[in-house]
């Protein structure tokens, strides 16, 4: 620890030099104006000619500071209603610039214009209205000093056009769509962002450093602003869905006509709280999950894109387990929305194939605002209907609530915030044995940077869950907790009718600086804390001491434009101090002068004498073995018409038994300005020698862990397509076919479990039932979405869906080729559900 220590003060040391002197001038005075301008794209108006110009841009990549390749300006007015925003972004060859259709929020690589504002000037939150050449238009909402909230969608115009001078963009932004305090003169956090595609420029105003931690902490000032409005009380977006679904095979797949009406509801509290609700709300325009044949302990995450429960999520994050990975990929957290809704937990009990595959959530409310004094809030409630099937209740009707709360000090240098969840359950006596009656958990966290360059922060979280005996001991048995480990320190009882559990994170992180950032945290989980009810978790009874450290080379060379070289290293134990990962990981990534980019990167892992407590699903803790994960892809110049990329991983260990290869090739087409698809393709050979079979009971009662080597061949396809024919009219395809098969051989039991000799962990199994044949799996699935998306007014929007999904399992392998089992597939029945979804949008 010593020698990586003193590394890290010596890198930080080469990179303490000083930065070039940059213009100071980060404020601008706002013009009134008694008559709005005409939204052409056009300067001619009165109201740019008295607004003063916004001109010192400077480059943010690739070279920090440096001066701009082309100019660039902007000019701010208002009134009382709208804040008004000409950009005019200068270029000698006109025909050069970068101009794309594509649906609205898709990022292309067209050339630019950014506008972000901070309406609470709190510097840690705000919005951005982005557009291209062709009109284009995304918006985002910024959370915690620079995430992005991509559902965000406010109604707001900018009209753009290309000239003889380059391109322009004119933006009118109604005030009712930010949150703001009306009283007295305001001041806005602004910066102005643009992006010159044909030479991957970005030049902002004032300048953006990439080399500081947070976007909002570093926007300059709009001043000037005066009487402006309260924003608007309310928005209304009734809609209408009828849906065509088919039904089982029990039914001679008769359809089904389907008709819901149900609306969204965004009422204004105070100028700074939002409510927004949503009743009997339908998300059949969101594209399907990827199928995921999961062999392991651990639930699968999957990211939430319903659009009620996207927007706004920055508020309600309070993760878990996020110390390692930079954007906590692994979605640990206290509050998962994708629980609200979910798919029936006892439909695999009592379900049939007539089932649904979700919950229906009655009706949804939140409200979100921020304070004047810098205290952010949010609270959300939903409640999902019982769902019931034929032998007994699948889902119990279920009430959701959320609360988070946040306190800003010292200029967003600082904070404080807190969490709490409750889940409440109206169990029957079919439900009761498998489903907590209650959970609760709450939390605290804080952070403190100094000098804009070091942070420490820290959280505590608790819960409680609570229900029959027969359900918690369900829970201690789970691969969450694993209580009833014959060799593990824990007291499972079969008795207990709640368990509660603690989570402990504290953290040291160098945030900023042009050279080097790092960090180090430890954390600690009890054996009891359950928060899966609304949250994600994968497993308790753990500690971790993680640290990593990132070096950035961001100003272009001979060889290449930036380059980023990253070092990891993580360790874990189990609360009782038993050693389960030890492993250390580097990676660089590095875009060449010629666009293209390459990343290589590797783990060793399992140093030492580590142990799986895990692995045997409740059985022993069994050694492992060093294994090691090489990995390496390159990714194809995003400006050209045709964008190639290809990863490969491979991983080996277990002294060789158990390896495997995964391929993943991409290409995009850019077909035309307005038409592109991509195809790619992942296949991956699996080769493990420890693959969980199942645990199984002999007439003594004595307990048999068993394991086997299984070959297993996975291949997924995933095609899109998307058409533009107008920046407000899209269609969007999108189509997957999933097969992965394998066969179990060598069944055996767990012997000495931690022994060091691998041979002696295991020993046959003598139950011919299980060895003699133990089998395989055939998992065939097809999803695909058409989505027609039309905004015919802004706000109002018109959606067409068609929907298919197909899907075969068997037993064992098979002897044809994927090319075969593709064709099986595509024979199978397929699922139709067709949808037409029209809202309306209303303000007052």
Same mark, same amino acid.
């Given at each position: 620890?010593?020698?990586?220590l003193?590394?890290?003060?010596?890198?930080?040391?080469?990179?303490m030099?000083?930065?070039?002197a940059?213009?100071?001038?980060?404020?601008?005075?706002?013009t009134?104006?008694?008559?709005?301008p005409?939204?052409?794209g056009?300067?001619?108006?009165?109201?740019?000619?008295?607004?003063p110009?916004i001109?010192?841009?400077?480059?943010? *990549?690739?070279?920090? +500071?440096?001066?701009?390749?082309?100019?660039?300006?902007?000019? &701010?007015?208002?009134d009382a209603?709208?804040l008004?925003?000409?950009?005019?972004?200068f270029?000698?060859?006109?025909?050069?610039?970068?101009?794309?259709?594509s649906?609205?929020d898709?990022?292309?690589s067209s050339?630019?214009?950014?506008?972000?504002l901070?309406?609470?000037?709190?510097?840690r939150?705000?919005?951005q209205f982005?557009?291209?050449?062709?009109? &284009?238009?995304?918006?985002?909402?910024?959370?915690n000093?620079?995430n992005e909230?991509?559902?965000?969608d406010?109604?707001?115009?900018?009209?753009?056009?290309i000239?003889?001078?380059?391109?322009?963009a004119?933006?009118r932004?109604p005030?009712?769509?930010l949150?703001?305090?009306?009283?007295?003169?305001?001041?806005?956090?602004?910066l102005v962002w643009?992006?010159i595609?044909?030479?991957t420029?970005t030049?902002?105003?004032p300048?953006?450093?990439?080399?500081?931690s947070g976007?909002?902490?570093q926007?300059?000032?709009?001043t000037?602003?005066?009487?402006?409005?309260?924003p608007?009380?309310?928005?209304?977006?009734?809609?209408? &869905?009828?849906?065509?679904v088919?039904?089982?095979?029990? /039914?001679?797949?008769?359809?089904?006509q389907?008709?819901?009406?149900?609306?969204?509801?965004?009422y204004?509290v105070a100028?700074?709280?939002?409510l927004n609700?949503?009743?009997?709300?339908?998300?059949?325009?969101?594209?399907a999950?990827?199928?995921?044949?999961n062999?392991?302990?651990?639930?699968?995450?999957f990211?939430?894109?319903?659009p009620?429960?996207?927007?706004?999520?920055?508020?309600?994050?309070?993760?878990?387990n996020?110390?390692?990975?930079?954007?906590?990929?692994?979605?640990?957290?206290?509050?998962?929305s994708r629980r609200?809704?979910?798919?029936p937990?006892l439909?695999?009990?009592?379900g049939?194939?007539?089932?649904?595959?979700?919950?229906?959530?009655?009706g949804?409310?939140?409200?979100?605002g921020?304070?004047p004094?810098?205290?952010?809030?949010?609270?959300?409630d939903?409640v999902?209907?019982?769902?019931g099937?034929? +032998?007994?209740?699948?889902e119990?009707?279920?009430n959701?609530l959320?609360?988070?709360g946040?306190?800003d000090y010292?200029?967003? /240098?600082?904070?404080?915030?807190?969490?709490?969840?409750?889940v409440?359950?109206s169990? /029957?006596?079919?439900?009761?044995?498998?489903l907590?009656?209650s959970?609760?958990?709450?939390?605290?966290d804080?952070?403190?940077?100094?000098?804009?360059?070091?942070e420490?922060?820290?959280?505590?979280?608790?819960?409680?869950?609570?229900?029959?005996?027969?359900a918690?001991?369900?829970?201690?048995?789970?691969?969450?907790?694993?209580?009833q480990r014959?060799d593990?320190p824990?007291?499972y009882?079969?008795?207990r009718?709640?368990l509660s559990?603690?989570n402990?994170?504290?953290?040291?992180?160098?945030?900023g600086?042009?050279?080097?950032?790092?960090?180090?945290?430890?954390q600690?989980?009890?054996?009891?804390?359950?928060?899966n009810?609304?949250?994600?978790?994968?497993q308790?009874?753990?500690?971790?001491?993680t640290?990593?450290?990132?070096?950035?080379?961001?100003?272009?060379?001979?060889?290449?434009?930036?380059?980023?070289?990253?070092?990891?290293?993580w360790?874990?134990?189990?609360?009782?101090?038993?050693?389960?990962?030890?492993?250390f990981?580097?990676?660089?990534?590095?875009q060449f002068n010629?666009?293209?980019?390459?990343?290589? +990167?590797?783990?060793?892992g399992?140093?030492g004498? #580590?142990?799986?407590?895990?692995?045997a699903r409740?059985?022993?803790?069994?050694?492992?073995?060093?294994?090691?994960?090489?990995?390496?892809?390159i990714?194809?110049?995003e400006?050209?018409p045709?964008?190639?990329?290809?990863?490969?991983?491979?991983?080996?260990?277990?002294?060789g038994?158990?390896?495997s290869?995964?391929?993943e090739?991409?290409?995009?087409l850019?077909?035309?300005?307005?038409?592109t698809?991509?195809?790619?393709?992942?296949?991956?050979?699996n080769?493990?020698?420890?693959?969980? @079979?199942?645990?199984?009971?002999?007439?003594?009662g004595a307990?048999h862990y068993?394991?086997?080597?299984?070959?297993?061949?996975?291949?997924?396809?995933?095609?899109?397509?998307?058409?533009?024919?107008?920046p407000? #009219?899209?269609?969007?395809v999108?189509?997957s076919?999933?097969?992965? *098969?394998?066969?179990?051989?060598? @069944?055996?039991e767990?012997?000495?479990?931690?022994?060091?000799?691998?041979?002696a962990?295991?020993?046959?199994?003598?139950?011919?039932?299980?060895a003699?044949?133990p089998?395989?799996?055939?998992?065939q699935?097809?999803?695909?979405?058409?989505?027609?998306?039309?905004?015919?007014?802004?706000?109002?929007?018109?959606?067409?869906?068609?929907?298919?999904?197909?899907q075969?399992a068997?037993?064992?392998?098979?002897? *044809?080729s994927?090319g075969?089992?593709l064709?099986d597939?595509f024979?199978?029945r397929?699922?139709?559900?067709?949808?037409?979804k029209?809202?309306?949008?209303?303000?007052?």
């Amino acid at each position: 620890m010593a020698t990586w220590l003193s590394v890290l003060l010596v890198l930080q040391a080469q990179a303490m030099t000083p930065a070039p002197a940059l213009p100071t001038a980060t404020a601008v005075r706002a013009t009134r104006v008694s008559e709005p301008p005409v939204l052409d794209g056009r300067d001619a108006d009165a109201a740019w000619g008295s607004a003063p110009a916004i001109d010192r841009f400077l480059q943010a *990549k690739p070279s920090e +500071g440096a001066a701009p390749r082309l100019r660039t300006e902007a000019r &701010v007015a208002y009134d009382a209603d709208n804040l008004y925003v000409f950009v005019r972004a200068f270029d000698p060859h006109p025909d050069s610039i970068v101009s794309l259709l594509s649906r609205r929020d898709d990022q292309t690589s067209s050339d630019l214009v950014t506008l972000m504002l901070d309406p609470y000037h709190d510097r840690r939150t705000g919005y951005q209205f982005e557009v291209n050449p062709a009109g &284009v238009k995304a918006d985002y909402a910024i959370y915690n000093d620079g995430n992005e909230d991509v559902s965000w969608d406010a109604v707001w115009d900018v009209a753009t056009r290309i000239d003889s001078l380059g391109w322009t963009a004119e933006y009118r932004i109604p005030l009712s769509q930010l949150h703001y305090s009306a009283k007295g003169d305001v001041t806005f956090g602004l910066l102005v962002w643009r992006v010159i595609q044909r030479y991957t420029e970005t030049v902002t105003w004032p300048l953006y450093r990439t080399s500081r931690s947070g976007i909002t902490s570093q926007f300059g000032e709009l001043t000037g602003l005066e009487g402006l409005s309260s924003p608007a009380h309310a928005e209304v977006t009734p809609y209408l &869905v009828t849906k065509n679904v088919q039904g089982p095979a029990s /039914d001679d797949y008769g359809r089904d006509q389907e008709v819901t009406v149900g609306g969204d509801v965004k009422y204004r509290v105070a100028s700074n709280l939002l409510l927004n609700a949503t009743v009997n709300p339908d998300f059949g325009q969101v594209e399907a999950d990827p199928s995921v044949l999961n062999l392991g302990a651990f639930e699968t995450f999957f990211r939430e894109q319903r659009p009620f429960f996207v927007e706004g999520k920055g508020l309600f994050t309070f993760n878990v387990n996020c110390v390692v990975v930079v954007d906590c990929e692994t979605g640990e957290g206290l509050f998962y929305s994708r629980r609200i809704g979910r798919s029936p937990q006892l439909a695999d009990r009592y379900g049939d194939e007539s089932s649904p595959t979700s919950t229906r959530i009655l009706g949804a409310a939140k409200v979100t605002g921020r304070l004047p004094g810098g205290f952010s809030v949010g609270v959300l409630d939903a409640v999902t209907d019982d769902v019931g099937g034929p +032998g007994g209740t699948l889902e119990p009707s279920t009430n959701y609530l959320v609360a988070r709360g946040n306190q800003d000090y010292h200029y967003g /240098d600082g904070s404080f915030g807190f969490i709490a969840t409750a889940v409440s359950r109206s169990l /029957d006596p079919s439900s009761e044995p498998f489903l907590h009656g209650s959970a609760y958990t709450g939390g605290i966290d804080g952070r403190r940077r100094f000098g804009g360059t070091f942070e420490v922060s820290g959280s505590f979280d608790f819960s409680r869950v609570a229900g029959s005996a027969e359900a918690i001991a369900r829970t201690q048995q789970d691969p969450v907790h694993l209580y009833q480990r014959p060799d593990g320190p824990l007291d499972y009882d079969s008795t207990r009718t709640a368990l509660s559990g603690t989570n402990l994170e504290l953290r040291f992180a160098k945030v900023g600086g042009r050279r080097l950032v790092f960090e180090t945290a430890y954390q600690r989980r009890s054996a009891g804390f359950e928060i899966n009810d609304v949250g994600f978790l994968r497993q308790a009874d753990q500690q971790m001491w993680t640290s990593w450290a990132a070096l950035a080379f961001r100003n272009p060379n001979r060889v290449f434009r930036e380059l980023r070289w990253n070092f990891n290293n993580w360790e874990h134990w189990s609360i009782a101090g038993l050693p389960t990962e030890r492993a250390f990981n580097t990676n660089v990534h590095t875009q060449f002068n010629n666009r293209w980019w390459l990343h290589v +990167g590797g783990t060793l892992g399992q140093l030492g004498a #580590t142990y799986c407590d895990r692995c045997a699903r409740g059985g022993p803790a069994i050694r492992q073995d060093p294994y090691m994960a090489p990995w390496a892809g390159i990714e194809g110049d995003e400006r050209r018409p045709l964008v190639p990329a290809f990863w490969v991983n491979y991983w080996r260990g277990d002294r060789g038994r158990s390896e495997s290869l995964e391929l993943e090739p991409e290409v995009k087409l850019k077909v035309s300005t307005r038409f592109t698809t991509s195809l790619s393709a992942t296949y991956e050979r699996n080769r493990n020698d420890t693959q969980y @079979v199942g645990t199984f009971t002999d007439p003594e009662g004595a307990r048999h862990y068993t394991f086997a080597h299984l070959e297993q061949k996975t291949l997924a396809l995933t095609w899109r397509l998307g058409y533009t024919f107008t920046p407000n #009219t899209s269609l969007q395809v999108y189509a997957s076919p999933f097969v992965s *098969k394998g066969t179990y051989t060598d @069944v055996r039991e767990v012997g000495q479990a931690r022994a060091a000799a691998y041979e002696a962990r295991y020993r046959p199994y003598a139950d011919e039932a299980v060895a003699g044949d133990p089998g395989g799996f055939n998992v065939q699935e097809f999803r695909s979405n058409l989505v027609f998306r039309w905004e015919y007014r802004p706000g109002s929007t018109l959606f067409l869906v068609w929907s298919q999904g197909r899907q075969a399992a068997a037993e064992f392998e098979g002897a *044809k080729s994927f090319g075969g089992d593709l064709r099986d597939l595509f024979r199978q029945r397929a699922n139709h559900t067709f949808l037409v979804k029209v809202s309306y949008w209303l303000a007052r």
